[in-house]
């Protein structure tokens, strides 16, 4: 499965992050400013208010207002420029920095420049008659406001990156079912079809997961019969083979002629051959369409039992064939299985090593795996081709060696059901090709 080299993140859950947080974000900023604007406005008017609240107050204590019209009549005297002033209108005294006001200005609210410093106004008459302007800067009123509505920016700027990591976060747990069933099937090898299991599945994913689930039990039941027509061909093939080869003897004994044997005896090779292949196809077939039950098995006793019997081969070779590192290690898993995957390994390095050769088995622990290795001193793997020699039928051209080609499925086929890993490449710093399977340690035996 392909399915852990793209996660949903990097494609469905990554565009709705992006929509929501870029929604988000321009919600934010068009409410934030918004919100400026509002407070901004809030803010004058406030000022406004204080103005007139100042002019109400010295209408009804007008017996006060030479008090009021000095330059210390102001509600701040830390700062001097946020002071509000009282100032009669006409050519009497009044605070410094405002012009001279004249008597014809209206009443009510206005705003005066004086020498390019506008002041915020607010013209009233005293019941005395006198008409009197309560006034402040508007540059200081400005200020005063925008401090006023950044304020209020606070809580929308702390909003927006929260609103956006939340979003992230229900998003990603929205999707977790997709994810865990994403892992789900990228855990699976070529051999488990299981349904996918809905439960806890979404509304809106349950339909694609029946059809997934339609989709792998079409492709199970294919898979089946074509597992089924190879074993039922390669089961009826064999009696025919059998005939033959017991015809092809008694042929045998009744020719004379050197040439005429030498031909029976490569019907006999070419016959034998094809049992060979037809009993590999049984194993194939067997091995992928069901498993015994796994059980604990002494595999290195398994090894020591292979290697015992291939020895007369090995020395019909010349070969030196022996174990390099040789440990007693336990596997649960089904016998049958391990003594294939071993006999399969070994036959294939005694077959492919030329005579005088070396051929070391080795069977250790690694940590927590066990490692059962085979190294052999033959032609090697051609560059590129390593992954190659585990397909069905594959063979190296240009050797002469014979075989069916299904030895390594049949060793890839038995690993991945059994958990374990199997690589075949070439020797470090030398002639010829190592293979390497790799399981992990029952828990009770780490």
């Given amino acids: 499965m392909d399915g852990g080299s793209q996660p949903v993140n990097g494609s469905l859950r990554r565009r709705l992050s992006l929509w929501i947080a870029g929604v988000t974000i321009a919600s ?37 207002s ?34 001279p006001l004249p008597t014809t200005l209206p009443e009510g609210f206005q705003t005066l420049d004086n020498h390019g410093t506008a002041w915020r106004l ?25 401090d006023s509505a950044l304020f209020t920016l606070i809580p929308i700027l702390l909003l927006v990156p929260t609103l956006s990591f939340l979003a992230a976060w229900v998003i990603r747990h929205t999707l977790m ?17 299981a349904a996918v299991s809905v439960v806890g599945v979404p509304s809106e994913i349950r339909p694609f997961v029946i059809a997934i689930n339609g989709l792998m039990q079409r492709l199970a039941t294919a898979i089946e ?30 020719i004379s002629s050197p040439e005429g044997k030498l031909r029976v005896m490569q019907l006999k090779a070419g016959l034998e051959r ?75 390095a005694l077959r492919y090593t030329p005579p005088g050769g070396t051929v070391d088995v080795s069977l250790y622990r690694d940590k927590e795996d066990v490692v ?11 560059e590129g081709e390593e992954e190659r020699m585990f397909e069905p039928f594959y063979r190296v051209t240009g050797n002469n060696e014979t075989g069916s080609g299904l030895g390594l499925a049949i060793i890839r086929s038995i690993a991945d059901r059994l958990g374990g890993t ?11 090709a190592r293979f390497r399977y790799r399981q992990p340690l029952p828990a009770s035996n780490r």
């Fill in 28 to 64: 934010g900023l068009a409410a934030g400013f918004c919100s400026y604007l509002m407070a901004f406005r809030e803010a004058q008017e406030l000022q406004d208010d204080q103005l007139r609240q100042m002019a109400l107050l010295l209408g009804r204590h007008a017996q006060t």
């Fill in 66 to 99: 030479d008090a009021w019209m000095s330059p210390m009549g102001s509600i701040d005297h830390n700062d001097p420029d946020a002071r509000i002033v009282v100032s009669p209108l006409g050519n009497v005294p009044r605070p410094p920095k405002l012009p």
């Fill in 122 to 146: 607010f013209v009233f008459t005293l019941p005395s008659g006198m008409r009197l302007a309560t006034g402040q800067m508007t540059a200081v009123r400005n200020e005063i406001a925008r």
């Fill in 177 to 193: 079912p997709v994810t865990h069933l994403s892992h789900q099937l990228d855990r699976r090898d070529d051999t488990n079809l």
């Fill in 225 to 254: 019969q074509q597992r089924r027509f190879i074993a039922d061909a390669a089961h009826e093939l064999r009696s025919p083979l059998t005939a033959l080869t017991v015809q092809a003897e008694n042929l045998e004994h009744g």
């Fill in 274 to 348: 094809a049992g060979k292949l037809l009993e590999q196809l049984l194993s194939l077939a067997r091995h992928q369409s069901c498993a015994a039950p796994p059980v604990e098995v002494l595999f290195s006793h398994l090894v020591r039992q292979v290697i015992e019997d291939y020895m007369p081969f090995a020395a019909g070779k010349r070969i030196d064939f022996g174990c390099e590192r040789f440990e007693e290690v336990t596997l649960i898993a089904p016998s049958e299985d391990l003594l294939v995957l071993a006999r399969n390994a070994v036959d294939n």
């Fill in 372 to 382: 059962f290795q085979v190294d052999d001193t033959g032609p090697g793997i051609p």
């Fill in 422 to 432: 199997v690589t075949l490449c070439n020797r470090e710093g030398g002639t010829g």
